[in-house]
Nanobody, 125 residues
Framework: QVQLVESGGGLVQAGTSLRLSCVAS????????VAWFRQAPGLGREIVAA????????FLTDSLKGRFTISRDNAKQTVYLQMNSLNSEDTADYYC??????????????????WGQGTQVTVSS
């Protein structure tokens, strides 16, 4: 089973950008679709974006379109989440997860069975 490690989080000011990385090991990343989820303090985990195995299908939560982008580099075993124009509502723990049903870019959390430990993003206003 694939193992995932997120990085790139931190404390940033509103209006700036961050790029999160999700690096896979233990299996070939192209065997999986991958998604980013986030969980803000006191709230449930929500989908941010998803990408299928080849990168030609993606899903992005409507409210984040225009600011966030998901991409992947299978040669580097890495999926990225580019986050621009950050605001305080983006403050959360961000998790990547893998789905062996790799053809689509599912937004369903129960489709994902391998999870990273998360990386914290804090946006100060």
């Amino acid at each position: 089973q694939v193992q995932l490690v997120e990085s790139g989080g931190g404390l940033v000011q509103a209006g700036t950008s961050l790029r999160l990385s999700c690096v896979a090991s233990g299996d070939i990343l192209s065997n999986y679709a991958v998604a980013w989820f986030r969980q803000a303090p006191g709230l449930g985990r929500e989908i941010v974006a998803a990408i299928n195995w080849s990168g030609d299908r993606t899903f992005l939560t409507d409210s984040l379109k225009g600011r966030f982008t998901i991409s992947r580099d299978n040669a580097k075993q890495t999926v990225y989440l580019q986050m621009n124009s950050l605001n305080s509502e983006d403050t959360a723990d961000y998790y990547c997860a893998a789905n062996p049903r790799r053809i689509g870019a599912s937004r369903v959390i129960s489709d994902y069975n391998s999870w990273g430990q998360g990386t914290q993003v804090t946006v100060s206003s």
